[in-house]
């Protein structure tokens, strides 16, 4: 079945960057971008931007600009978000989704993300 | 960017009752408007898709309408697993934008 798996907790201390994966499985990985979307604690879902694993092509959210990078490895079928610069506000769940047309199915299942001096 | 208002933020029903939640966009979105069910601690699940296609195997007690700025999601009869906070997502020139939730209790 389509599946998106993300990688494990992290805690980052403030101005440190984290990369967090999220690896495909059950299609081809190249067909689907893939977005990504984080959620402080109690607050909403906050789309960040996407990725296009067959051109490497991104778009990115005004907010993030500059702060946020998305790659992927098309040989582990696995995409990358980095976020640098981190600050306390940063401190959120930070899902993958693979995009169809203009809707998000499935996701993965999030990576906390916590940064704390 | 395209700005989403969902409302209400918050709505407590009883069990069989019919529940609506909307979302106006802040300009034409044509029918690029998706529904998600998210429950605490999981990951959002897609409902519906362009304003008002069922996602295979979801309940058809789920259902949503609407096409430019105005759109509308309702479920018919609420039921106890139904408790969840709902959230409306637009998409637009390769830029999405999610409403900001509503979170929905039992009466």
């Known amino acids: 079945q389509v599946q998106l798996v993300q990688s494990g907790a992290e805690v980052k201390k403030p101005g440190a960057s984290v990369k967090v994966s999220c690896k495909a499985s059950?299609?081809?990985?190249?067909?689907?971008?893939i977005n990504w979307v984080r959620q402080a604690t109690g607050q909403g879902l906050e789309w960040m931007g996407w990725m296009n694993p067959n051109s490497g092509n991104t778009g990115y959210a005004q907010k993030f600009q500059g702060r946020v990078t998305m790659t992927r490895n098309t040989s582990i079928s696995t995409a990358y978000m980095e976020l640098s610069s981190l600050r306390s506000e940063d401190t959120a769940v930070y899902y993958c989704a693979r995009a169809t047309f203009n809707w998000f199915d499935p996701w993965g299942q999030g990576t906390l993300v916590t940064v704390s001096s | 960017d395209i700005q989403m208002t969902q409302s209400p933020s918050s709505l407590s029903a009883s069990v069989g009752d019919r529940v609506t939640i909307t979302c106006q966009a802040s300009q034409d979105i044509s029918n690029y408007l998706n529904w998600y069910q998210q429950k605490p601690g999981k990951a959002p699940k897609l409902l519906i898709y362009d304003a008002s296609n069922l996602e295979t195997g979801v309940p058809s007690r789920f259902s949503g309408s609407g096409s430019g700025t105005d759109f509308t999601f309702t479920i018919s009869s609420l039921q106890p697993e139904d408790i969840a906070t709902y959230y409306c997502?637009?998409?637009?020139?390769?830029?999405?934008?999610f409403g900001q939730g509503t979170k929905l209790e039992i009466k």
């Open positions: 997502q637009q998409y637009d020139n390769l830029s999405y934008t």
């Open positions: 059950g299609y081809t990985f190249t067909s689907y971008d």
